[in-house]
């Protein structure tokens, strides 16, 4: 099946500082998701995004599908961006996602 | 946030008895899922639904069991609970076609001892 590749896995930032997560995977995908779970363990939608760019506030990502990776850019982090942060892919029918194993983000005031 | 709800949040229970875990939909979503959460492994598929009863395995079903006989609830078994079955446990729904993202309930922390 499709492998799904996450980097860093963990990453320590000071307030008002910038990062770049990356999702690799193994193979063409219809869909391409990134989540934050919080602190609490609840998983929230950032994007989706098969492909191209998208903005957010101070949230972008961008997929490059030819090449297999994604890139999660946080500007000016601040500390409720901490938690961990997933990408998951589909290849297959019926929209099953597969989960990389996550990026644990601690952004200290 | 999408109108999904995941009954118990919290439950201990004993190795070998039978448990329920209960997904609820407001979303009339045709797709549901289970999928488990363990450290090191990000979630994994346990059991799908892409209509009232139409299921299928995933990932990881050994030991799982499921059952849509509504469109608004998928239900998750556990037929004799193991220790290796502590774990947290989400649903989530999605809609059919290209441009439609899956959303996740608030998981449900189930812990066998």
């Known amino acids: 099946g499709i492998q799904v590749e996450q980097s860093p896995p963990d990453l320590i930032l000071q307030e008002g500082a910038n990062s770049t997560l990356r999702c690799n995977f193994s193979d063409s995908v219809n869909n391409l998701q990134w989540f934050h779970q919080n602190p609490w363990g609840q998983l929230i939608n950032l994007f989706y995004?098969?492909?191209g760019t998208k903005q957010n506030g101070r949230l972008s990502a961008t997929t490059v599908a030819t090449e297999r990776y994604s890139l999660l850019y946080i500007s000016s982090s601040q500390t409720t961006d901490s938690g961990v942060y997933f990408c998951a892919v589909e290849r297959s029918s019926f929209q099953k996602l597969v989960f990389g194993t996550g990026t644990r983000l601690l952004v200290s005031p | 946030d999408a109108g999904i709800t995941q009954s118990p949040r919290h439950k201990v229970t004993e190795t070998g008895t039978p448990v329920t875990l209960r997904c609820h939909q407001t979303e009339n979503h045709r797709y549901m899922y289970w999928y488990r959460q363990d450290p090191g492994h990000g979630l994994r598929l346990i059991h799908y639904?892409?209509?009232?009863?139409?299921?299928d395995k995933g990932e990881v079903s050994d030991g799982y069991s499921v059952s849509r006989s509504k469109t608004e609830d998928f239900l998750l078994t556990l037929e004799s609970a193991t220790s290796s079955q502590t774990s947290v446990y989400f649903c989530a729904i999605s809609e059919p076609g290209a441009g439609t993202e899956a959303f996740f309930g608030q998981g449900t922390r189930l812990t066998v001892v």
């Open positions: 639904s892409y209509g009232v009863k139409d299921t």
């Open positions: 995004i098969p492909s």
